[in-house]
């Protein structure tokens, strides 16, 4: 098999674990996987870590592992989260936007720039008769809003992106 194609099923399988802070978007859609390294059978993936304040990059690291190692043609499997790359909310790829939508999540919004406000639209029905003020607090990476316009309750991501002023 050519490494190209070990990429490949490397990156499908990528696909199918899940952030479990986030069910149902794979750490690929939320844009985590930084590089990933094929040597023979052994797999090294890099990672970078979402929110701070979200601690669930250990349980993270061996679901990824795990899921790497049940392909027959691995020997051994290596993740490492990388503190170097920042991960940014605009690594979330569409797919991981649409499926945090389906699931009541508004993702962030795309193009932020720190300091900036934002609106967020309604998952269900795209309003954004949402006020941002204060929901969240400084660790805090999602927080649940209120739509006025269907009356769902809905979540919403915080937007997280390198604040290039520094
Ligand atoms: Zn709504």
Same mark, same amino acid.
């Given at each position: $098999? ?12 990528? %696909? ?15 844009? $985590? ?20 304040? !979200? ?10 592992? %795990? ?15 990388? @503190?170097? &790359? ?16 389906? &699931? ?17 639209? !309604?998952?269900? !029905? ?5 006020? $941002? ?7 805090? !990476? ?8 269907? %009356?769902?309750? @809905?979540?919403? $991501? %915080? ?8």
């Amino acid at each position: $098999m050519q490494v190209q194609e070990r990429q490949e099923e490397i990156r499908s399988v990528l %696909k199918t674990v899940d952030d479990p802070e986030l069910p149902s978007v794979s750490v690929m859609d939320l844009g $985590m996987v930084y590089d990933i390294a094929i040597n023979d059978g052994s797999v090294s993936v890099s990672m970078v870590p979402t929110f701070a304040g !979200c601690p669930a990059l250990d349980f993270i690291e061996i679901k990824v592992q %795990k899921a790497i190692e049940e392909v027959p043609w691995v020997t051994d499997c290596d993740v490492e989260f990388s @503190f170097q &790359h920042k991960w940014s909310t605009d690594a979330i790829t569409d797919t991981g936007k649409a499926q945090l939508k389906k &699931h009541g999540i508004a993702p962030p919004p795309e193009d932020y720039r720190p300091g900036e406000e934002w609106t967020v639209n !309604c998952p269900y !029905c795209g309003s954004d008769y949402t006020s $941002m003020d204060n929901v969240f607090g400084p660790t805090a !990476c999602r927080s649940i809003l209120y739509c006025s316009a269907c %009356k769902n309750p @809905f979540e919403a $991501m %915080k937007p997280v992106v390198e604040d290039t002023a520094n």
